[in-house]
């Protein structure tokens, strides 16, 4: 890709030409293909991302989004956008940048690490409902990936809303593995099944990190990679539906989803072993409430005595 | 406002030229002819290092005014819609840009414009991106180093159809193939809105031993003006112009 072309270290200053407003960078949070993000401090000293390319046009697409879709009726869906400028480096290049709430949190990977599976399908559920309020106001979030997602406080958050699109218009940014037509199930066009068929492939990436190729019959081997996973067994049926384009719309998959959790919930019942095993936890903390109010009566007395 | 077509030509080789005219001067003459040359440059997915002639790709999309990209054969699909989208944003800036200058005066480009101003104005490229109309005429080397990656490109180019047809703006295509003994290129589908009965266009290929690309992109160049397109003699001499706000 176009190199960059900008210096920012830590400790670096960028100040914008049009408002004079300037930002330490503190260090790199990751690049794309149309920037660098950077964790960075204002003025007041309070952290926010920065993030700089050299292709203008686009970072100002992605200012109009941001400034869209912070918030869609009340709901929060992306960062919320701070500031725009553009920055003259020390060698008089001009490099536009713009500013958004720095979002603190974990991948999705290493939140689910060491979790129950249900979990898997909990987050699914928090990323339809975010899907169903932009919808809603008539867009597609285009390009859906794990990458874009930051857990925070247990709940998922979308980060980056660069490919954000209107529904009937093409999708210009995707992620092959994330991507329908990629896997022949479907146009590029901007619809609501279009994020929903990402949701499906974000679970799969939960069995499978490392993600995997299409092959030569693409259906197929999605298919195949799915009922080999354990992990996603209880979604099998609803990932099969969505593959089919049977969910027009989030809160229909939301609805099986739902279902599918609830189910979890309260069927297994819980074994004798475990019944024991816990009844034995509350005799011990019950033994270690005597002992500890018979010391503390000892205490009390032995000072009473003093 | 009532977008206007682009015209663009795309080459995958996988090598230098060795044959006949200059690729570069004839894609400097398809520029000012209104066709953008973009380059795709395709490397054995087992290849390590770069081979060498490659630099000519850039040179020849840099004067064609189109992009190019030098890509592993696993990367090819989503690179030639990159690329394509890419070029057609770049060239609509070019015209927005020329029109920014004579309203606002010189050095007034997208870039230098005010903030709030410059929000508006990438809403109105974006836009024609979408709407506009777009004739990609796919040129493709098959020259013998690049007969295993044939059914690779296949894929690429119908890809390329899945992607621009989600616009709203319509598309052509057609595929050439070079060299060819008799006329330097071969059609190989003509001009069509969907590319997806290219199924087996490349079994019937008899690679040739050297690579004309200067030659072939020439024909190509006149096979886009010689088109017998029922709406693009109206055209005139600058096939932007039309894209004008």
Redesign the interface.
């Given at each position: 890709m176009k190199k960059q072309g900008f210096n920012l270290y830590p400790g670096s200053y960028v100040r914008g030409k049009?408002s004079g407003h300037g930002y330490i960078i503190e260090k790199e949070l990751g690049s794309g293909a149309c920037g660098t993000v950077f964790l960075s401090r204002n003025a007041k000293g309070e952290k926010c991302a920065l993030k700089i390319g050299s292709d203008?046009?686009?970072l100002?697409?992605e200012?109009?989004m941001l400034k869209k879709f912070g918030k869609v009726q009340g709901v929060k869906l992306g960062p919320s956008f701070v500031d725009?400028?553009?920055w003259v480096d020390p060698s008089r290049q001009?490099f536009?940048f713009y500013v958004m709430e720095y979002i603190e949190g974990a991948a999705l990977r290493s939140f689910l690490k060491g979790k129950s599976r249900e979990w898997v399908g909990i987050c699914a559920l928090q990323l339809l409902s975010d899907l169903e309020h932009l919808h809603r106001a008539g867009y597609a979030f285009g390009d859906l990936k794990t990458d874009n997602l930051l857990m925070v406080d247990s709940r998922v958050r979308l980060i980056d809303v660069g490919g954000v699109t209107q529904f009937?218009?093409?999708?210009?940014e995707y992620t092959?593995f994330y991507d329908r037509?990629?896997w022949g199930l479907g146009?590029?066009?901007?619809d609501p099944s279009y994020d929903l068929f990402a949701v499906s492939m974000i679970m799969l990436e939960m069995a499978y990190p490392g993600r995997f190729e299409k092959g030569v019959k693409p259906s197929r081997t999605l298919m195949n990679k799915l009922t080999a996973s354990t992990l996603l067994k209880p979604y099998q049926k609803m990932i099969i539906q969505c593959w089919e384009g049977k969910y027009l719309h989030a809160s229909e998959m939301k609805h099986s989803l739902s279902l599918v959790l609830m189910k979890r919930t309260m069927s297994p019942p819980p074994s004798r072993r475990k019944k024991k095993q816990q009844q034995g936890s509350e005799k011990v903390e019950l033994v270690t409430f005597s002992i500890l109010s018979v010391l503390f009566l000892g205490v009390s007395i032995f000072s009473f005595w003093i | 406002m009532k977008p206007g077509r682009l015209k663009q030509i795309l080459l995958l080789t996988d090598g230098c030229s060795n044959h006949g005219e200059d690729p570069i001067a004839v894609a400097a003459l398809a520029r000012n002819q209104g066709v953008t040359v973009n380059v795709i440059g395709v490397l054995d997915d087992r290849q390590h290092s770069k081979p060498q002639g490659l630099d000519e790709i850039e040179s020849i999309a840099e004067a064609g005014g189109g992009i190019s990209q030098i890509v592993y054969q696993k990367s090819l699909?989503?690179t030639v819609q990159m690329v394509t989208?890419q070029a057609m944003?770049q060239t609509i800036?070019g015209v927005v840009n020329k029109e920014l200058q004579e309203i606002l005066g010189k050095d007034q480009t997208?870039?230098e414009l005010?903030?709030d101003k410059?929000?508006e104005v990438?809403?109105v490229?974006?836009d024609l991106g979408?709407t506009c109309d777009l004739e990609v005429l796919v040129l493709v080397d098959t020259s013998a180093s690049m007969n295993h990656k044939l059914p690779t490109v296949k894929d690429a180019l119908y890809?390329l159809s899945?992607?621009?047809?989600?616009?709203?703006g319509s598309n052509q295509f057609c595929v050439y193939v070079f060299p060819d003994t008799k006329k330097t290129i071969k059609k190989m589908i003509d001009w069509t809105p969907e590319l997806e009965k290219i199924h087996g266009i490349f079994s019937k290929i008899s690679s040739g031993g050297y690579t004309p690309t200067g030659p072939a992109l020439k024909e190509a160049l006149y096979a886009f003006t010689e088109k017998p397109f029922f709406h693009s003699m109206q055209d005139g001499v600058d096939p932007y112009e039309e894209t004008g706000l």
């Open positions: 049009w203008s046009s686009r100002m697409l200012v109009n725009v400028d553009d001009t536009p009937g218009r093409a999708i210009k092959e037509g990629y146009s590029r066009k901007a | 699909s989503q989208r944003t800036q997208i870039e005010p903030l410059r929000a990438v809403e490229v974006d979408e890809d899945l992607s621009l047809n989600a616009r709203t």
